[in-house]
């Protein structure tokens, strides 16, 4: 589908740049974060505040609301649209990344991201994960689990998953691919990547057949297929190749991204120039400051992350100035700092409350620090993205991105 996305400036020095995605329920001015609302809902921010935010799209989660509430009740209710109250352009997971943290990921005691950036628990971990083992088998069909709610068992397949995703309602719905871990050996990782395109040519399937039947609250949905082959450099632009072809609306970027920040920008660089140029492309679970810079440069129109509304309910929360562009709250220099979170900010919280207040608030566990941290670090991003669109727009994206790398450095 060609009225999908379109390109509308590009970086003269990389891969960057800017475009318009444009769904059944509005525009998406590209490059963009997406918000991440597992459980169709971005945790602690009601919808008209993601509207105030400047968030221009979600992305919930089908393994979890197939789980609960189910997916037939959230179709009787209009879909995601209606059963949220957000009227805006949305994606849905196809479950895969939970297949991987179910299952193998835990067999290593890793997730996709916390084993490329160890400690820092930056993007979706395995955290909670841990203590269910084996409740996992995994086929050539699909992939048989026990809900980590009540112990039931469920199926996801190829097929099963798509009329999941169409009674949710999604603009924007993935394909089921199995994610592998940065531990996994060459050799298991082509066979689940074989695995992951004979599962994408059925979803795709299963999809144009389904668009016929009326039973979507969003008849408009497109479908993205997803790239897998590890950090290994043939495997993924075999696997981008194999995609490619099949005609998918667009790409998401998927599975292990390596062990380092270096290899995931690899594989970015291997991935991206088999993509097809026409379409857009979504980086599944990445979301560090300097790491949404990297990715935009290497041609990254989308991407999500939990990270950034999970830290603030931590007390960490984005400033540019600070090692790694990040403050925590909690730390006894901020317990009388009359100053907003970041002076340049114009969130709520930054414009009527000091950090001395908010670390009073984190620090007693009230609960309107959820909704204050978490807005300063959606609106953080928001802006960020902004200003990489305008840069890109002028040519400029370089020197964004050496700007943000000088306050960084320079505050270390
Ligand atoms: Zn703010």
Not at 60 to 81: D, F
């Amino acid at each position: 589908m060609s009225g999908l996305f379109r390109t509308q400036s590009r970086d003269p020095g990389s891969l960057a740049r800017t475009g318009i995605l444009i769904t059944a329920h509005g525009q998406v001015a590209t490059p963009a974060f997406v918000a991440v609302a597992t459980q169709a809902t971005v945790k602690a921010v009601e919808p008209q505040t993601l509207v105030e935010l400047g968030i221009q799209i979600l992305i919930a989660n089908s393994y979890h609301l197939h789980l609960r509430p189910g997916e037939n009740i959230i179709a009787k209710l209009g879909g995601l649209r209606g059963f949220s109250g957000w009227n805006g352009p949305t994606m849905t997971d196809s479950g895969g990344f939970q297949v991987f943290s179910l299952g193998v990921g835990k067999e290593h005691g890793v997730g996709k991201i916390a084993s490329i950036f160890p400690g820092d628990g930056s993007c979706k971990s395995t955290e909670g994960y841990q203590r269910r083992k084996s409740l996992v088998r995994l086929g050539e069909q699909g992939v048989s689990f026990r809900s980590i709610i009540d112990g039931s068992e469920h199926f996801f397949s190829p097929e099963g998953v798509i009329t999941l995703q169409r009674k949710l309602g999604a603009d924007i719905v993935l394909a089921l691919d199995e994610c592998t871990s940065p531990l996994h050996s060459y050799s298991y990782t082509k066979e689940a990547m074989g695995r992951t395109h004979r599962w994408a040519r059925r979803c795709l399937e299963a999809f144009r057949e389904g668009a016929k039947d009326g039973m979507s609250p969003n008849p408009e949905q497109v479908v993205y297929g997803i790239v897998q082959g590890g950090a290994y450099k043939d495997l993924r632009q075999e696997s981008a190749q194999r995609i490619e072809e099949m005609g998918f609306d667009g790409f998401a970027i998927g599975g292990s991204l390596g062990r380092s920040k270096e290899e995931m920008h690899l594989v970015l660089d291997w991935t991206i120039p088999y993509l097809g140029l026409e379409k857009p492309r979504h980086l599944l679970g990445i979301g560090e400051i300097d790491d949404i810079l990297a990715a935009v440069r290497r041609g990254v129109d989308t991407f999500d992350c939990a990270a950034s509304t999970r830290i603030a309910r931590n007390g960490t929360v984005f400033v540019k100035d600070a090692p790694r562009h990040r403050i925590n709250l909690r730390n006894a220099r901020f317990r009388s700092d009359p100053h907003p979170i970041d002076n340049d900010c114009d969130c709520f919280a930054c414009r009527h409350h000091s950090r001395a207040y908010l670390s009073h608030l984190c620090r007693s566990g009230e609960l309107s620090f959820y909704r204050l941290a978490s807005m300063h670090n959606l609106r953080f991003i928001v802006r960020l993205m902004r200003d990489i669109r305008a840069a890109i727009t002028v040519g400029r994206f370089s020197e964004l991105e050496q700007e943000w790398q000088a306050e960084r450095d320079g505050s270390a």
